[in-house]
């Protein structure tokens, strides 16, 4: 054996060994790999169901949202009509307010006196009224005081 073929066989060797010394992080990576694989499966199947669920989900709230957008519409409609009837009545207010304000005008001076006189001809009666019950009142218990002193007999104090 020549020099050559001894330094190609132990170049050989090397390159067996390194082989050797690479292939077991390999292997252990291609677990690692295998094990990846098997999560991302997984991860796709259970994520398929939930998919699904979500876009059940999003065709009841697609749902609910139009029926509330026909609501709205109907409450829209609604308020546009309540709006034009408040207008009338603002109308009709201010057209009533105007007559009380021209009638009252046209009659304010005499109804006024005569509302006062009546005032005064009615608290003057209760006046009236009033004074004559109290006198009654005070003249009736004077009498019961005056009965109850001469029906008592009368005490004498001795030293």
Do not use: C
Not at 13 to 30: D, E, M, S
Not at 134 to 144: P, Q, Y
């Amino acid at each position: 054996m020549s020099v050559g073929e001894i330094a190609a066989l132990i170049a050989a060797a090397a390159f067996l060994l390194l082989v050797g010394v690479i292939a077991v992080p390999v292997l252990r990576l291609r677990h690692t790999v295998d094990a990846a694989t098997r999560a991302i499966n997984e991860t796709v199947d259970r994520t398929g169901p939930t998919l699904d669920k979500l876009d059940f989900t999003l065709a009841q709230v697609n749902t609910a949202l139009g029926q509330v957008h026909q609501s709205l519409d109907s409450v829209n409609l609604q308020l546009v009509r309540v709006d034009a009837i408040t207008g009338h009545a603002q109308q009709v207010t201010g057209t009533v307010a105007n007559l009380a304000t021209v009638i009252g005008a046209a009659s304010a001076s005499p109804l006024v006196k005569a509302a006062a006189f009546g005032y005064g001809v009615r608290k003057a009666v209760k006046t009236r009224r009033h004074a004559d019950e109290e006198r009654d009142v005070r003249d009736r218990l004077k009498a019961e005081r005056a009965a109850r002193k001469a029906a008592r007999p009368r005490r004498r104090w001795r030293s």
